[in-house]
């Protein structure tokens, strides 16, 4: 039996792609197990730009979804679209429209109005340096200015999680529980930063440490895996979360995404921040 013939769909952005990406990705979830085969055009500024992308539109014809401000570019492209037959969606029309009738204003139709260099940024780019120098327990001494301070057992998610939350401007800390090693009073009874407690089932934390070492080559930290030993590890992390009151989030079938924005919520209910 041969195998489907992939669905070709073309991302055209004048920016760096990431919001078109992101929404496209959100529906394609929805199809799981339809072949798809993604094209990416970024930065498509000018009508010179829009030509090479109609031609490689033409030879692998496909749905195009797009985020453009230009209305030379967008109007070049459109057409193209129409003369091929081909469908062509604006990503973020309806939204724009309706926040235009909402306002009762026009948009300003800046390119990358969305990566400017504000100080939302910059706060951005602070977070993440933040969380980077203080991952697995590094830099002890500044870890109370955290916003936020993860804790779990090895394997539990907790540095992409981190740099998730650095990325929406977080600054976040995270703290390997280990076996025997007691945590310091003085950062588990900070009051500022919000503490939350990563935990994954066992037997699914024992399979992903098994391959861990797998890949690592290690044949000497057998107990490592061992799953009545993830299992104890695991019931120790809990008592230690049931003891501070701390919120704790099984990450065994969550995303990186889903984790953070749970992690988001708490965080906002807490400071009382509108999300």
């Not at 230009?70 to 492209?77: A, F, N």
Request: proline share 5%; hydrophobic share 35%; charged share 25%.
């Amino acid at each position: 039996m041969t195998e489907p013939q992939p669905f070709n769909l073309h991302l055209v952005s004048d920016s760096s792609g990431e919001t078109v990406t992101n929404i496209a990705r959100a529906c394609l979830v929805q199809y799981s197990g339809t072949p798809v085969t993604e094209h990416s055009w970024w930065l498509v500024r000018t009508t010179g730009q829009m030509t090479r992308v109609i031609e490689g539109i033409r030879a692998s014809p496909g749905l195009v979804i797009y985020t453009l401000l230009s209305s030379d570019v967008r109007g070049l492209m459109e057409r193209a679209c129409r003369d091929l037959k081909i469908p062509a969606v604006s990503a973020l029309d309806p939204m724009m429209q309706a926040l235009g009738r909402y306002f009762k204003r026009e948009a300003s139709s800046e390119i990358g109005r969305q990566h400017v260099l504000d100080d939302g940024y910059f706060q951005r780019i602070d977070a993440m340096h933040y969380t980077m120098q203080h991952d697995d327990g590094q830099s002890i001494e500044t870890m109370l200015d955290a916003d936020i301070i993860l804790l779990g057992v090895s394997r539990t998610s907790k540095t992409p999680t981190c740099m998730y939350l650095a990325n929406r401007g977080f600054k976040v800390a995270n703290i390997p529980l280990v076996p025997g090693i007691v945590l310091s009073p003085d950062i588990i009874t900070a009051p500022r930063p919000l503490f939350v407690g990563l935990t994954r089932e066992p037997k699914s934390l024992s399979d992903i440490r098994q391959s861990r070492l797998r890949i690592m080559n290690e044949t000497k930290k057998e107990s490592y895996a061992d799953v009545d030993n993830v299992r104890e590890e695991v019931a120790e992390s809990r008592r230690l979360f049931t003891k501070h009151g701390w919120p704790v989030i099984d990450v065994t079938r969550r995303s990186i995404e889903e984790t953070a924005a749970s992690i988001i919520q708490l965080y906002n209910q807490r400071y009382a921040v509108s999300s």
